[in-house]
Each structure stands twice: as structure tokens, then as C-alpha cells.
């Protein structure tokens, strides 16, 4: 195995940096310094010379992920170097690889973490800072977090160990359909959480808890607003007028 | 047979069409035409779309052809292309784009930077300007929250050499 | 009436740190309104108004995701600034802090919009790092990655720019037009609240990709509220 020319430190060398992955974003070539400092320490035990001037201008090339996906398309590309740089004939060149992956594993990890898991934490700690509670941001930090820094560690090592396989691995949790299902809970919570504010306003002001039921069409209604354009920003100063208006009038 | 959003983005099937475009036009079903996609790519691909959605990726040709003979006939298409060279190609081969959104084209060697996301040599613009002549309206938009900028009005700003 | 130093400095750390989550660094989500609220008021001695601001803000820009080279509205600058006014000014509260701290809210959400400005100055700032590196490549044997840690300084810049507009702005028109508006905001502020997240949860609802999505809200909503009508 290629592992013997890589130690375990280079690799946590790697994992750390792989927190800056965006720390450089340009609008040129997007997250292209990031996986070469990334990479860095890497390219320098494996190469040497003429060789790694040629591996840093390789991974200078275009790259843009999503930043957790990144780490099992960083682990397969150390992979792949180290076997370029003994000279093994691998299926996959490194910079076809990182070409092909890039993009669906960017949908995959925009789907996932930003459409799916966050908006998903959220409502569930909103619940508790709408009771006041401290522990709100903890346990968004707590929802979002585990599975952030399980993909971050599991996804390098699986694609260390496993190279440009590790996308059968990724693939084979079939990770979009899971993202849909997040939203779906996103959703209901959100339902949830709409009527729970609702009713401990109507039962503060004495307003008949049945009135709460017009809150739904308000919703679909804003919805239909912002789809058509209307800036959030707009919705809320207006909401907000029509509000101190109405409260002022009855 | 409806195209609810045919998109030039070098980036092909990513965040932005997936997670921003395919709610905003409710589209069906994914189509991206282009004659370099090697099978694993095309297998990688597949799995970025949840499995709700239809997928075809294959030659601008074929696919051509699959419009003709109706195969998207109750779909919602999200059609793609990585180029204006492909886009071009697809029009003459009868697929039916009447309004071209241009997401994101890579800056290269020889390329200008005319917004942050789009980089066109004179090859590009020629095959827009044959486009816009054949009755395609284009724009330029990376996601819908954006505001939407015209083809036309996109050439008359001054370009810093790069 | 003025906001004291100690106060703008601990915000400024807060900004930058929140600030360089949000896209630079780490993307532990401590830049989401609902943790940068709360954190800069606890910095700031009163945690609650945090949370206030972060309950407030969190679902309005939800669903604007940074996808590719898209920038989102600047929420976390937003909701850093808002809590520095909201603990810093509290004596135009005078004593109602929930109205205050809406206004100071409603105040900083237009003044967050340079956000975007300066997150996209600091990235096109960022292309020349790129040259730098290419420039040392062509010179030398090795090559200083390290120049990547200069677009952290960016990007730092950048959310700091934000929040000392968002403070600075926010501060003469909250002290002139806070008097005027909040009599009348004062009755209205607990509806106000929850318009907040009924605007936020409609803007998610419009751009999800989830089959009947409307059929799911409305129904969680009606037995969520069946359930707490009855019980």
C-alpha cells in the first residue's frame, strides 16, 4: 500500500487545513488555493524538486466543492498523487478526477447540509429560543455540527483509504434522497413552530385560538411574494407597518 | 413538451441548478446535452439528483432526436449546456430554446470577464448574436434570487483587461 | 448616547469571528444569526437580546444558500450589529426592550445589504493572491501556500467593514427616529414578533424543492394547533 509514504501526521496536517478550504475564495478559480494548501504538505513528502513546482501548478487549476464533500474528494486525490508519484497506473488521472467529481459533489453537499440539515437544526432550536431557552444555539451547533465533522473526518480517510472508489461509498447512501426527506422535516416543523407562536400570542392578546387559522394563507401568500420577487426585506417593513396600523385601529 | 429553463453553466449538474433553479421552475426532469461526458462522470452525475427526478445526459445529437420524437413530452425540462458552441449546435438540431440563461462560463486563456460569473471570448459572443438573430432571448442570472441582466445590455459594459 | 468603545470593540471580535465562519473558515454555523446573536450578547453582558435578534433574523435569509459563486444577504453582520445597538443604545428602549430591539432590527436589515458588497470586494481582492502565488511558483523552487491565509484577512476586512456601517448607520438614525417610532411600535411589538418567522418560514416554503410542501405545512400547522387549542 502507498500509505508507507504518507504518515498519519501529514494526514492531520491535511484534515486541519481543510478548514480554510474557502479561506482564499476568488472569483477566478474559486477554491483553487485552498486545496493546494491543503495539499501542501502532502505534495511536499511525495514529490520534490521540478516534480512538485509541476504538482503545485496542477492543483492550481479550477476547483469548487462544497466544503464538507470536499474532504472525500481531498483524501481521494492524496490517493491518487501518492500513486502518481511512485508511477502506478491508476483508472483515474488526479485531474480528471477532481474535474468530474467536483460539481455533483458540490449539488450533493449544497442540498445536504445548506437546503437540508441546517434550515432542519434550525427549527428545532427555534422552538427553544422562542421559550427563552440558552440552549438554542447549542443545540443547533450540537444538530449541525455531528454530521458536519463525521464527513469532514470519515469522508478524508474513506478517500485516502479507498481513492476514487470512495464515490461508490458516498453514492451507495444515496445522500440527495436523504436531503429531501431533511426538507420534508424542515417543513413540518416549521408548521410546528407557526402555530405554536401563533397560539401563545392569541392566548396572550385573548384573540379566539381559531382565528390562527387565517396565519396559513398569510404564509402562502408572503411565499407567492417572495417567489414573484418581492425582497424579504420589503415583506418585513410592510408586514410590520400593516401591523402597527392594525393594532393602533382596534 | 415544456423547456422551463434551458442554462449554459460549465459547472453542468450543481448547487446552484439543483438546489435553486429546479424548485424555482419546478422542473421534472434534467437534460444535459453535451458530447464529452465520459460514463463515470455520467454515472457520478446521476447520483447528485435525488431519485425523484429524471435524469438524461447525452449526445446534443441524441438528444436532439429525443426532443423530436416527443420522449419529454409531459416533462418540465431543465436543459443544460456547458457552452454557447453546444447551445448553438442544439438550436440548429431543432431543439426548441427560445429564452437562454447564462449561469456560469469559466474564464480560460483568451477569455474576458464580463461579470463575475461569466467569461466569453469573441467565438461566444458570434454564437449569441446568432442565437439572439434566430429569435432566442438571452439573460444572464446565476441564481433567481439575483436580478436578471440582458444579453444586450451585458456587451455595452466596459471590460478591464485581464 | 453614544455607543461605548468596549462595546464596539467586543462586537468587532464578534463580528469578525462570526464573520469568518460564514464562508472563510471552519463553517461550524456559529455565523447563523440564531448562535451570532446570542454570542455577541453574551459578550456584551445580556445574552437574551442575542437571542432575541437571532430568533428574530434566522429564518428570513434561510433558504438563500451560498451556492457556487452566489452571495447571500449578510445576516450574521446583521445580526451581530443589531445586538451591539440593541444592548449599547437600551436607554431609547426605556424599559420596553422587545420594541427596541425590533427596531434596531428593522434598522440594521437594509444597512446589511454592503454586506454583499464587501464579501464580493474581498473576494475579487482575493484573485490577486492568485497571482502572487503563481508569481513565486515561476521564481522559485518552492511555492508560499501561505498566501492563502491572506484572503482570511480579506474576507475578516470585509465582515468588519459591514458591522461598522451597520453600527455606525444605525446609530444616529436609531437615536432620532427611535423616539418617533417606538410609542407606536411598543403596542404591536408581540405581533411583530412572530411576523418575523411567519415571513421567514413563507420565504423557505417558496423556494423548497419538496413535493407538497404546502400540503405539509398546513397540515403540521392545524394539528399543532388543534393539539394546543385542546390540550
Redesign the interface.
Known amino acids: 500500500m502507498n500509505r508507507r509514504r504518507l504518515t498519519l501526521r501529514c494526514f492531520f496536517q491535511v484534515f486541519l487545513r481543510t478548514?480554510?478550504l474557502?479561506?482564499?475564495?476568488?472569483?477566478?478559480?474559486?477554491q483553487?488555493?485552498?486545496v493546494?494548501?491543503a495539499l501542501?504538505p502532502a505534495l511536499r513528502q511525495l514529490y520534490a524538486?521540478k516534480a512538485?513546482?509541476d504538482a503545485?501548478?496542477r492543483n492550481?487549476a479550477?476547483f469548487?466543492t462544497?466544503?464538507?464533500l470536499g474532504a472525500p474528494i481531498l483524501g481521494a486525490m492524496l490517493n491518487l498523487e501518492c500513486a502518481r508519484s511512485e508511477g502506478r497506473p491508476e483508472e483515474?488521472e488526479v485531474d480528471d478526477f477532481r474535474q468530474?467529481?467536483?460539481?455533483?459533489?458540490?449539488?450533493?453537499?449544497?442540498?445536504l447540509f445548506?437546503?437540508g440539515l441546517?434550515?432542519f437544526?434550525?427549527a428545532i432550536?427555534?422552538f427553544f429560543?422562542?421559550k427563552?431557552s440558552?440552549w438554542?444555539?447549542v443545540i443547533?451547533?450540537l444538530i449541525?455540527?455531528l454530521p458536519?465533522l463525521f464527513f469532514r473526518t470519515a469522508g478524508l480517510w474513506l478517500g485516502w483509504v479507498q481513492g476514487w472508489k470512495v464515490?461508490e461509498t458516498?453514492?451507495r447512501y444515496?445522500l440527495?434522497?436523504v436531503?429531501?426527506r431533511l426538507?420534508?422535516g424542515?417543513?413540518?416543523?416549521?408548521?410546528?413552530?407557526?402555530?405554536?407562536?401563533?397560539?401563545q400570542?392569541l392566548r396572550?392578546?385573548g384573540v379566539p385560538?381559531?382565528c390562527?387559522?387565517a396565519?396559513?394563507p398569510?404564509?402562502?401568500?408572503?411565499?407567492?411574494?417572495?417567489?414573484k420577487g418581492l425582497s424579504?426585506?420589503l415583506?418585513?417593513?410592510s408586514?410590520?407597518a400593516i401591523?402597527?396600523a392594525?393594532?393602533?385601529f382596534f | 413538451m415544456t423547456i422551463v429553463l434551458a442554462r449554459i453553466d460549465s459547472r453542468l449538474i450543481h448547487g446552484q441548478v439543483l438546489e435553486a433553479w429546479v424548485p424555482y421552475c419546478k422542473a421534472t426532469c434534467i437534460v444535459v446535452a453535451n458530447n464529452e461526458i465520459s460514463p463515470v462522470q455520467k454515472i457520478v452525475m446521476q447520483a447528485a439528483v435525488p431519485s425523484k427526478m429524471h435524469v438524461y445526459i447525452d449526445k446534443i445529437s441524441e438528444i436532439a432526436e429525443q426532443f423530436y420524437h416527443g420522449k419529454f413530452a409531459d416533462e418540465r425540462v431543465l436543459l443544460l449546456f456547458s457552452s454557447s458552441h453546444d447551445a448553438l449546435e442544439a438550436c440548429r438540431l431543432g431543439i426548441p430554446v427560445t429564452r437562454l440563461n447564462l449561469g456560469n462560463m469559466h474564464a480560460g486563456p483568451g477569455k474576458l470577464r464580463y461579470t463575475s460569473t461569466i467569461a466569453m471570448n469573441a467565438e461566444d459572443i458570434d454564437n449569441f448574436q446568432h442565437l439572439t438573430e434566430s429569435g432566442v432571448s438571452i439573460s444572464v442570472q446565476s441564481v433567481p434570487a439575483n436580478r436578471e441582466t440582458r444579453f444586450s445590455k451585458l456587451l455595452k459594459r466596459k471590460i478591464p483587461e485581464c | 448616547m453614544l455607543i461605548s468603545w468596549t462595546h464596539l470593540l467586543i462586537g468587532g471580535g464578534a463580528a469578525v469571528i462570526t464573520g469568518l465562519d460564514r464562508t472563510a473558515a471552519l463553517q461550524f454555523m456559529i455565523c447563523r444569526p440564531l448562535v451570532a446573536g446570542p454570542l455577541t450578547g453574551l459578550m456584551l453582558g445580556d445574552w437574551l437580546v442575542g437571542m432575541q435578534v437571532g430568533m428574530l433574523l434566522e429564518l428570513l435569509w434561510l433558504g438563500r444558500l451560498p451556492v457556487g459563486a452566489a452571495i447571500p444577504p449578510d445576516d450574521t453582520q446583521v445580526a451581530v450589529g443589531s445586538t451591539v445597538l440593541a444592548v449599547s443604545l437600551a436607554e431609547i428602549g426605556d424599559g420596553n426592550s422587545l420594541a427596541f430591539v425590533i427596531l434596531c432590527v428593522l434598522i440594521a436589515m437594509p444597512l446589511g445589504k454592503a454586506g454583499q458588497f464587501f464579501d464580493h470586494l474581498a473576494r475579487a481582492r482575493n484573485g490577486r493572491l492568485l497571482m502572487r502565488i503563481e508569481h513565486t511558483l515561476d521564481n522559485k523552487e518552492g511555492c508560499s501556500e501561505y498566501c492563502h491565509l491572506l484572503g482570511l484577512f480579506n474576507f475578516g476586512v470585509a465582515s468588519l467593514a459591514t458591522y461598522v456601517l451597520i453600527v455606525g448607520c444605525g446609530t444616529p438614525v436609531l437615536r432620532y427616529l427611535g423616539p418617533l417610532l417606538l410609542p407606536s411600535l411598543t403596542p404591536a411589538a408581540d405581533w411583530v414578533k412572530i411576523l418575523f418567522p411567519i415571513i421567514g418560514t413563507a420565504a423557505i416554503l417558496g423556494m423548497v424543492n419538496v413535493n407538497r410542501s404546502i400540503t405539509l405545512f398546513s397540515a403540521a400547522y392545524a394539528m399543532a394547533l388543534l393539539l394546543l387549542w385542546l390540550a
Open positions: 478548514f480554510v474557502q479561506g482564499s475564495w476568488n472569483f477566478e478559480r474559486l483553487n488555493l485552498g493546494l494548501f501542501a524538486g512538485l513546482q503545485y501548478r492550481l479550477y469548487n462544497h466544503p464538507f483515474i468530474m467529481v467536483m460539481a455533483p459533489y458540490a449539488a450533493i453537499g449544497d442540498a445548506w437546503g441546517r434550515p437544526a434550525a432550536a427555534l429560543s422562542f427563552g440558552f438554542a444555539p443547533f451547533l449541525f455540527n458536519h464515490t458516498v453514492q444515496n440527495p434522497d436531503a429531501i426538507k420534508e424542515t417543513v413540518v416543523l416549521l408548521g410546528g413552530l407557526c402555530a405554536y407562536l401563533t397560539f400570542l396572550g392578546e385560538i381559531f390562527g387559522l396565519v396559513v398569510v404564509v402562502l401568500l408572503c411565499g407567492w411574494a417572495t417567489r424579504t426585506l415583506l418585513v417593513w408586514a410590520t401591523a402597527v392594525l393594532v393602533r
